[in-house]
Structures are given as structure tokens and as C-alpha cells.
């Protein structure tokens, strides 16, 4: 039969060609420079608006706010490019810290124990989570809104709604108030995060299925892609995100409250969809979720610098990032 | 005399509905439309054939408004239009039916069809009897059978389709574009079709009818026009035109030649006895004791009519369906198929029915989706290989002929017969010892379509067992050594090649053993 011979034979990439595939891989998204921009002109005008904005200090401080919403993002990414939405991020911090505080005041007092149940604990409500999605087809959507109130009701039951003192300061060394290479912690356990979340996503077996899984389930299916445990371990991933989140702030605050951080599910889905992922799947990249969260941290703090009313603080920043994902789409 | 002049009126359609004049469209660089010409007249069906990418969606796009025409002229019934909206062409009474249909599933046949014009009682309350009523009567009128009650989800494919051009024609249409309608009907629901597109041009509405299929052009066409590379390539008179002119139209003389002697070279080959893939008595919810045995090198074609069981062999075989009794070998070997991992594992692979559901990730590069069922063998401790992974994809671009950029080029952007070759390129390496097609040709025009048939031809000779359902008779024809025909969910009968003449046999088998059940014949044939 007559060979059959291709139009276009690529040639094979040069060494400068792979290095800008690398740029382009880790800022893609539906108009690569778009994010960036929109994060530029903002740090622009809060600079000539506000004469403390721009200090080393200051970004520092944008950093460490951005830190509990940078962490789960990362997970929330992996999440949402599988097509499914973890609603429960927040609750799962809370339940983990307490837990984490608990396991530390019950046992000898150790960081580790701690670190473990932190970790431990959120990883099982996402593989409940997870489990629930993918075994009884129920939507994630609904799954996670129940473990959303299930969770936080957990979290307020074990000590009646007290909060749990914390007194290591190992604990408070290694995940708060530290600093790594002289970075400060919390903003080192991002990084880390993120990292992991780079390498897992684009460089990751894991990754490659997880765009499968999220940009065609059937398919994924078809070319033999056992989706429901890629999707379980996208929910395992994220509870254990959340649960290093718990440690990070309860060793900022040298306490576990139970009522922590309500509604911060939102922030940390904003910060996924302004860095690119499509809510319907199959796109998405670790950078442009970091950015997506730094715009929001930026946000928040820009405006309490510029002394706008906590109010009108949500209307804007509600607006903005309205207006930011319009921006960003086709 | 008044009579018979009325009649002739009729069957010789001469009012100029539609005519398209030197209509140009650029995309960018690429000259989509060159200077193309089309006239449709009242009361005819006109074929509009071309390879993919040659210019027919195009074409149908901007008469549907969707695209706007750089230069050139449409008129309709001798008026001027422009159209710059769907909607501003609609008002001109053209209606298109797409492949992909638009209709609202959770929605009965009777409320699509009067989606939006609902006959409406005091304080908008929707006159739900009298919504029937009038559905009812139209279907009637059109001697369409569909139930108007039912869910428009639930129904067959082709039924959906059906009410679809029912939808068409109720509004006030002129001309009638139907883009592939038959892809995926079986010949008795072609059947319908026809008749209902008879009806329509009764009435004195046009019809564009776009297709790959050429025998339906000489069956139910009056006039033909070819487009290729997006300049017209001939307009025929159908009843003066045979299949050879027309293929010479549609992919330049020169390759058409080679098709042909290609289709003529293909080599009979000796099949080793052994079979690599062999059902016996295999039951569950949709087969009843399949009998079924594949040789290593041979093309086993699935005969049967939509929801015969075909597509469900497939399946059991690839671990969707369980098995619920009965036996599979592989090579020999006894093996419970316990899910698609485990079957790609035993080295089975299947191209599904549904390249864009179940094939591929559209969104996806080629790489991507080549890579997608081997992830395991471009890894390393979990790792991914990435230039082994692009390497293998750009060998696999190559050696399909993928018409296509390079390996990371998104699969949305190609044509379907590239799309097609891009989910072979899925299980082209390591050689699959079963390879499961479903349709492998549907919306795939007739150059791709020969390259495909030597793609599946190269892995049979390679040693792959090729199993493959189609309800092109001619295809089926034209690749297998050897054909079963299924019928509710059993194997009524397996014929070899030289048992059957030429597809119009197999027709009248297939129509046999439908009527008679599988029982009875069964028995006859033994």
C-alpha cells in the first residue's frame, strides 16, 4: 500500500524554541498576557494612590494575607480543571486546625502530631468528598455544599465553639512565624505549594489525566483513564492543602478557632477563575491561579490602605473581579 | 390540460429560489470561497458535494447568516439580500438543519416544533391541547411519524433529527439546507427522510442537500454542484452525470485515478486461522448468546440496524458492559474484560462511534490525545517524558498524513476525517491485537475516507483482528473479509466475502433478518 507521506514534518525544536514552550506552558491561558497586565495596572494605581502601598514591607504583608487562599487554590486548580468545584475549603481549614490543636494538647505536645492530624484531617474530608462524587454520581457542587456545613458544625462541636490555645513553638517556628532561606514561612509554604502544583500539573502523569479527565470524561474513560480515582486524589489533594492552610494560620494566631475563615471558599474559586481555568474543564495553570490570587490579596489590601469602607471594599472588589474574568475570556 | 400542466410544473422545477452569484469569503490568508456559483431552483434538490474543507460549510454558513461574504451576490426569488444575522436570513425563509441538531432535550416533539410560537391562551398560559393539535396536524400533513408526546431526549437519533427539518419546515421556508442529515441513520430511517424531504419540495421549497455519500445524491437529487478548494468544480444535471465524474469533481482527476486502482490493488490476502478475539454464547442486558470469532489479520464486519446490538459488542468486549455469562478468549487465553484499562492492557483498542464525545479531547492538542491511552509508557516514575510523548505524536501526525500544523495543533481545528485519524493515531503503537471500530468513517469525506480504509487495512495486515460496525453497506463491502449480521442482540448469521455480491445483497439480507427475527432463520440458513 502506498506510503503515505505528512504535508508538514516538524522539524524537531531547537533549544531557544523549547525555552519559550517552557514561558509559554507556564503563563498559558486564553489570552496568555491579559492576567499579568490587569495585575501591573493594579499595583500602578495603588502606587500613585497610596504612598505605603509600594514597600517591601508592604508586599510582604500582601504575601502573608494571600497565603491560606494561594495554598487551597492550588488545590481548587487541579479540582476545577477535572471539572468539579470544592465548596467546602473553608470548613475543612477550620475542622483541620482544630484538629490539628487538639492532637498536640492530647499528645505530648508535639509539632508533629499536630502537622499530621492537620494534614490527616483534611485529606479525609477530601477523600469523603471525593468518594461521594465519583461512587454515588452525586455532583460535586452538592456534595461539597453538604460538607461545607458539616464540616464547620464539626469543627464548632468538638470544644463547644472554643477556641484551642496553642502553645509549641516548634509549631509556631516551622508553619507561622518563622522564615525559611529568609523568606517568611507562610509565604515558603506557598512557594512550596505552588511548586508541587507546577510539577504535578504540567510535568505529572497525574497532570496529563486530570486535563483528560476534565476535558472529556468519556474519552478519558475510553483511552482507559480511571477517572474516578483521578478525581478522588484532585479531592484528596485540595483537603490536604487546606489542612497545611490550618497549620499555617493557627500557628500564625497560636490558636485554633472553629469559626474561622467563612466564605473564603469564594476568594479561593475567584482566584482560580481569574488565573484562567475555564469552570467548564479541561484548562487551567498553577501560575496563573498564584496570580489570580495575588490580584485578590492586592485588592484587599489596597483598599483598606486607601481607607475605603469594608463595605464598598466587597461591592469593588465584587466588580473587579467581574469585570477582570470578562476581561480576560474571548 | 390544466391538470397535467400543473403536474409538470411540479416535477419540472424551473423558478430560480436561490441564486448565489462570484460569492467570495476570506478567513485571515486562506480564501475559503473562490468566486462561487450555486443556483436553487423551487421544488428541487440540489447536492452540494466537496471534501471537508473544501467550502461547503462555508457556503452554508453564509447563506445562514452566520458569516457575512466579502463580495459577490445572493438573491432570493430575484430579490437582493443581505443577510448579517441568522435571524435576517430565517426572515428570507431559508432554514439550516445541522449535524449537531438544536433542539432542547427535556422538551416534548410537539413543543419544539412550536418553540417560541406557541399558541397562547389569556396571560401568556400556553394552549397546551391546542399545541398538539396543530404539531399533530403538521406531522400528519407531512406524513412524518413521530410521536409529538414524547421527550425529544429519549427519542433515537434519528427521529431528533427528523423533527428537527419538521421544525424547519414549519416556519415559513423557502429553501431547506440539510448539511449530512444521513450520517447517522439507518437505511430504513433514510427512507423516512427522503420521503419527508419529497414532501418539502412538493410544496415548492428548495433543498440544498449536502452529503459524502454519493449513491443518496443519485437518488434523491435533480441537480449536482461540486466545490473544490473553495471554487466551484462543476454543477451536474444528476440524471446525466455518473459516480465517476463526480468523484473525478471532487478530488481533482489525478488522485481519484489513484483511489480507484488503489481500491482495485487490494490484495487478497491468507488469513491464519488463529483467532485472536473469540465471543461464545455471550450474554447480558442488551446481547443474547453472541458467537463470534476474529482471525489475527482479518476484518470482521458488524451488519445490523441502529440498536441492533453492534455497538454493544464492542463495548462488551472493551470491559464498558459487563459481561453477564458466556466467555471471551484472546489469543486463546480466557479473559473477563473488567473495564477499559484492563482490555487497552490485553492490548484491545476501540475508536467509538462518537469521535467528539467519547474519541477525543477537543480542546486538547494532538499530542495530547495521542498520547492520552499510553500516559504509562511516556513516564518514569510518574514523571512524563515529554519529548518521547511529542516525538511519538509527531511519528504518528506523519505516518496518518494528519493534515495538520504539528502534533500540538488543537483537534477542534481539524477536519473530521483528521480528527478520525487522530484517534487511530491513539492506538497505532504498540500494534493493537484487537482493534474495535465504530463507524470509523461517519462525517469523513471520501478522500479521507480511502486513506482511512488503508489505515485500518495496515493494521489487519500487520496482525491485528479488526472488528468493525458500520451501516455504510458499500464499506463494509469494500473492507471485510468477512461480515456478521446481528440482529437483537444476536449473531444471525456470518457470511464470508465471497457469499455476498455487492452491498445491495447484503441490503436485502440485512432487511431478511430483521423481518424474520433471528430465531427462525437461524435454523433456515443452517
Request: charged share 20%; aromatic share 6%; hydrophobic share 45%.
Amino acid at each position: 500500500m502506498t506510503e503515505l507521506i505528512a504535508p508538514n514534518v516538524v522539524a524537531s525544536s531547537t533549544r531557544s524554541d523549547r525555552r519559550r514552550k517552557l514561558v509559554q506552558k507556564l503563563l498559558r491561558g486564553e489570552r496568555p498576557y491579559m492576567l499579568y497586565i490587569a495585575f501591573v495596572i493594579l499595583l500602578v494605581v495603588f502606587s500613585l494612590s497610596s504612598p505605603w502601598f509600594l514597600s517591601i514591607d508592604n508586599f510582604l504583608n500582601i504575601g502573608r494575607q494571600t497565603t491560606l487562599v494561594s495554598i487551597i487554590a492550588v488545590g481548587m486548580t487541579f479540582i476545577i480543571i477535572a471539572r468539579q468545584i470544592d465548596l467546602s475549603v473553608a470548613s475543612t481549614l477550620a475542622l483541620s486546625g482544630m484538629a490539628a490543636a487538639l492532637a498536640m494538647s492530647q499528645i505530648d505536645n508535639s509539632w508533629i502530631v499536630g502537622a499530621v492530624a492537620g494534614l490527616g484531617t483534611g485529606a479525609l474530608v477530601g477523600l469523603i468528598n471525593g468518594i461521594l462524587t465519583t461512587q454515588l454520581s452525586i455532583p460535586s457542587f452538592l456534595v461539597t455544599l453538604g460538607s461545607l456545613s458539616m464540616a464547620r458544625g464539626l469543627a464548632m462541636m468538638v470544644t463547644n465553639t472554643k477556641p484551642v490555645i496553642i502553645t509549641n513553638e516548634t509549631y509556631f517556628a516551622i508553619f507561622g512565624e518563622g522564615s525559611f532561606l529568609g523568606i517568611p514561612v507562610p509565604i515558603a509554604w506557598t512557594l512550596a505549594a505552588m511548586i508541587v502544583g507546577i510539577l504535578l500539573l504540567h510535568y505529572n502523569v497525574f497532570g496529563r489525566r486530570i486535563y483528560a479527565v476534565g476535558g472529556n470524561p468519556t474519552a478519558a474513560l475510553y483511552s482507559g483513564i480511571n477517572t474516578k480515582l483521578i478525581t478522588t486524589t484532585a479531592f484528596v489533594l485540595t483537603g490536604a492543602l487546606a489542612g497545611l492552610a490550618a497549620l499555617v494560620l493557627s500557628a500564625r494566631s497560636h490558636a485554633a478557632r472553629p469559626d474561622v475563615v467563612q466564605g473564603m471558599e469564594l476568594d479561593v474559586i475567584a482566584a482560580v477563575i481569574l488565573g484562567g481555568c475555564s469552570l467548564f474543564g479541561g484548562r487551567g495553570y498553577i501560575l496563573g491561579t498564584l496570580f489570580g490570587s495575588l490580584i485578590i490579596g492586592t485588592l484587599n489590601n489596597g483598599l483598606v490602605l486607601l481607607g475605603v469602607s469594608s463595605p464598598m471594599q466587597l461591592v469593588i472588589k465584587g466588580a473587579i473581579i467581574v469585570a477582570a474574568v470578562a476581561f480576560t475570556k474571548r | 390540460m390544466e391538470l397535467s400542466g400543473s403536474v409538470a410544473a411540479e416535477t419540472r422545477p424551473s423558478a430560480s429560489l436561490a441564486m448565489v452569484r462570484a460569492i467570495n469569503k476570506r478567513f485571515g490568508g486562506v480564501r475559503a470561497l473562490r468566486d462561487v456559483n450555486l443556483e436553487v431552483r423551487a421544488g428541487e434538490v440540489h447536492a452540494l458535494l466537496g471534501e471537508n474543507g473544501a467550502g461547503k460549510s462555508t457556503l452554508i454558513k453564509i447563506l445562514s447568516g452566520v458569516h457575512a461574504l466579502d463580495s459577490g451576490t445572493i438573491e432570493i426569488a430575484g430579490k437582493p439580500v443581505e443577510f448579517d444575522s441568522p435571524a435576517k436570513s430565517r426572515e428570507a425563509g431559508i432554514a439550516v438543519v445541522y449535524q449537531d441538531l438544536s433542539l432542547v432535550e427535556s422538551l416534548s416533539v410537539a413543543d419544539n416544533l412550536l418553540l417560541g410560537r406557541e399558541p397562547r391562551g389569556p396571560f401568556g398560559f400556553v394552549r397546551q391541547r391546542a399545541l398538539l393539535a396543530r404539531a399533530e396536524a403538521f406531522l400528519k400533513e407531512l406524513g412524518i411519524p413521530l410521536d409529538t408526546r414524547a421527550t425529544v431526549g429519549s427519542l433515537p437519533f434519528a427521529y431528533r433529527q427528523m423533527t428537527e427539518i419538521a421544525k424547519a419546515l414549519m416556519g415559513e421556508v423557502r429553501l431547506l439546507i440539510l448539511d449530512e442529515p444521513t450520517s447517522s441513520l439507518t437505511s430504513d430511517e433514510v427512507r423516512i427522510l427522503f420521503d419527508a424531504i419529497g414532501k418539502a419540495t412538493r410544496r415548492g421549497v428548495g433543498v440544498i442537500y449536502v452529503t459524502h455519500r454519493l449513491n443518496e445524491v443519485f437518488e434523491i437529487s435533480q441537480r449536482v454542484t461540486v466545490l473544490r478548494d473553495g471554487a466551484n468544480a462543476g454543477t451536474f444535471v444528476t440524471a446525466e452525470t455518473d459516480m465517476k465524474r463526480l468523484v473525478n469533481a471532487i478530488v481533482g482527476t489525478d488522485r481519484s485515478a489513484s483511489i480507484v486502482s488503489r481500491n482495485e490493488r487490494a490484495p487478497k490476502r491468507e488469513l491464519d486461522r488463529s483467532p485472536v478475539l473469540s465471543l461464545s454464547d455471550v450474554s447480558n442486558d442488551r446481547l443474547r448468546a453472541v458467537d463470534l470469532s476474529v482471525v489475527k489479520g482479518e476484518i470482521h464486519g458488524l451488519a445490523g440496524l441502529i440498536g441492533s446490538g453492534r455497538t454493544e459488542i464492542l463495548e462488551t468486549v472493551f470491559g464498558l458492559r459487563p459481561l453477564e455469562s458466556g466467555a471471551v478468549e484472546l489469543e486463546g487465553r480466557r479473559w473477563l474484560p473488567s473495564g477499559p484499562a484492563d482490555a487497552i492492557e490485553q492490548g484491545v483498542a476501540l475508536v467509538p462511534e462518537d469521535r467528539h464525545m467519547q474519541g477525543l479531547v477537543l480542546d486538547h492538542s494532538i499530542e495530547r490525545n495521542v498520547t492520552l491511552p499510553r500516559i504509562p509508557h511516556f513516564s518514569r516514575w510518574g514523571w512524563m517524558q515529554q519529548r518521547a510523548a511529542a516525538r511519538r505524536a509527531e511519528a504518528a501526525v506523519a505516518r496518518l498524513a494528519v493534515k495538520a500544523q504539528g502534533a500540538s495543533s488543537l483537534v477542534r481545528t481539524l477536519s473530521g476525517g483528521n480528527q478520525q485519524k487522530v484517534v487511530f493515531g491513539k492506538w497505532n503503537d504498540p500494534r493493537p491485537r484487537v482493534l474495535l471500530l465504530d463507524e470509523p468513517t461517519v462525517g469523513v469525506d471520501v478522500g479521507a475516507r480511502e486513506e482511512i480504509y488503508a489505515v485500518i487495512r495496515n493494521a489487519a495486515r500487520d496482525g491485528s483482528g479488526v472488528l468493525v460496525v458500520s451501516s455504510d453497506l458499500v464499506e463494509l463491502i469494500e473492507l471485510c473479509d468477512r461480515i456478521s449480521v446481528i440482529v437483537n442482540g444476536h449473531v444471525a448469521r456470518t457470511l464470508a466475502r465471497g457469499e455476498i455480491d455487492d452491498a445491495e445483497e447484503l441490503h436485502h439480507l440485512l432487511q431478511m433478518y430483521q423481518a424474520a427475527g433471528p430465531g427462525p432463520l437461524q435454523e433456515l440458513s443452517a
